[in-house]
């Protein structure tokens, strides 16, 4: 079955996130995007049909420096928007944003960990010599999450069904999995049991 993994590229709204931050406004973004060196009217908001939401579409005249799309990777990361371009400057931003984004990520679950008062209590996961269906179930345990909530898919953290784990215990799980090092996933909802014909 197919797993969608969770990208944490999301800005932090506040000091201590505790739940998932919140995207920056069309303005702060906008205003980011111009601080990496790209004139305003060549950066603007729109929706991108695709991906069904907002995105940002910078098409400056000239093809933007790696300094300047290493900057705009950290903006499309901590301000938790899509940044598209022309297809060779996508090609060269999509390395560079993977980085930030796991950067970020990385920042977010340790902030959210620290916050919860949680940091002694983080298991240990060293990929390739820690069984990773142990540490998930440490993870559930941390988490106060039903045992069974996740599943071990090939090294990844994934939840089978969404509707059965609760907001705190999903979203600790998700910044734990994160500040471990293991992926995290879901497969969606399980469908609503249909009640039997009398």
């Known amino acids: 079955m197919l797993v ?9 709204q506040a000091p201590v996130p505790d739940a998932i931050p919140r995207p ?4 702060v973004v ?32 000239a093809a933007p420096s790696d300094a300047q799309l290493a900057c705009l990777a950290r903006v499309s990361a901590e301000a938790f928007w899509f940044l598209v371009f022309d297809d060779a400057t996508q090609a060269r931003f999509e390395p560079l944003y993977s980085r930030a984004s796991e950067a970020e990520s990385l920042r977010l679950a340790r902030a ?6 949680l940091a002694g209590r983080v298991p240990l996961y060293r990929k390739g010599r820690d069984d990773s269906a142990v540490v998930i179930a440490k993870i559930e345990r941390l988490c106060d999450a039903a ?14 069904d969404m509707a059965a784990v609760s907001g705190p215990h999903f979203i600790c799980a998700l910044y734990v999995a ?3 090092g ?3 996933g879901f497969t969606g909802n399980a469908a609503e049991a249909t009640p039997e014909p009398r």
């Open 4 to 12: 969608a993994f969770l990208s944490l590229a999301l800005a932090a």
């Open 24 to 27: 920056a406004t069309p303005q």
């Open 30 to 61: 906008i205003a980011r995007v111009a601080a990496c060196g790209v004139k305003r009217r060549d950066a603007h908001i729109r929706v991108d049909h695709m991906l069904q939401e907002a995105v940002v579409d910078v098409r400056p005249v």
């Open 112 to 117: 959210w960990i620290a916050a919860q008062g």
């Open 147 to 160: 045992p069974g909530s996740f599943r071990n898919d090939a090294g990844a953290m994934t939840a089978d």
């Open 178 to 180: 994160t500040a471990v």
């Open 182 to 184: 293991l992926k995290f």
